[in-house]
């Protein structure tokens, strides 16, 4: 079995499937840190190297990579990955199950208020302006992670409810 995280950033997809991952007994994969291992370099250099469209190009190679050579999988993907390319059809035929993990935007501005230093694209954003930044890519990206075969809503519910009811979809 396959299981693909999609949503924004620091709406827990990390969290949620490393501990879907050991509670199964699956492996797991957190999207960005692959692609980082397999070019040796930062999704920030590759970025800053090569540019967006060879990082998203790549970013689809790995993702159906991934989702080839792993049979018991928990995956975690990047926030954009699945606004980009045709990679949500990817994750839609390659996964037994996508999970859009959806969190309000008041709940997302407080947990990247607290990250902001590790999140590149919000680094030098003001909090104040967070709600409206968040809400537009939000707007842009929803449509997307919506695609996903489940979707939860996590907003106030703590790392094991939300894993216990992904487990929920799942059986």
Known sequence: MRVVLVGYMASGKSSVGKLLARELGFHFLDLD??????????????FSEKGEIFFRKLEHEMLSEVLDKYQDLVLSTG???????????????KSDHSIYLQLSIPALVERIKGEKENRPLVKNIKNEDLPEFIGKH??????????????LECDGKDLETVVSEVKQFLF
């Open 79 to 93: 926030g954009g990955t699945p606004c980009y390319g045709n990679n949500m059809e990817t994750i839609l035929q």
């Open 138 to 151: 939000l707007f842009e990206r929803s449509q997307y992670y919506a695609e996903a075969k489940h979707v």
């Open 33 to 46: 840190e692959y692609i980082e291992q397999q070019q040796k370099k930062s999704i920030k250099t590759i």
